[in-house]
């Protein structure tokens, strides 16, 4: 109990930080709103309420939530690390010239660069979790709505 106690009060501090430097980083609420979101996501609040569960679960049944409390990590080092490989093998074939960046893309500001890596992971996790075709079909044409807008 003391652990999955220990672990919800770091993720609400971890929130609370990304909040505040999101704040202090980007101006633009809108802006802040991305950030926040390409690192929680939807998760945060599954998070909470799994700490929560899993926290009275260990009262009454503390072997069964003590292998849960092992499981949770282990499940979010293999999520993240997914997201992250899909955007270091984009990257590196960008850099060695098999995906054709157009020069418009080449010219952004590093800021601008980090938008939109951003902006291209949230969208990668979002369609890995859309029901269909036309549904990963809208979420990226919205991608592409924000790079036009971007200009």
Known sequence: MLYGT?????LVVFRIIVSQIAEV????????????????ARNFNYSIAAYVILIVLAFFFPRIALV???????????????EHGTL?????????GRIQVPESVKNLSPDQRKALRAKLASTIKASRGAKDESQKR?????FAEWAADQR
């Open 25 to 40: 980083k980007y101006s633009k609420h809108s802006k802040q709103h991305e950030v926040f979101n390409y690192i929680f």
């Open 138 to 142: 809208e979420i990226w044409s919205q």
């Open 88 to 96: 270091s093998l984009a990257t590196r074939g960008m850099e060695e």
């Open 6 to 10: 220990l672990s919800l009060i770091l």
């Open 68 to 82: 849960l409390f092992i499981i949770i990590p282990i499940w979010s080092f293999v999520e993240n690390s997914h």
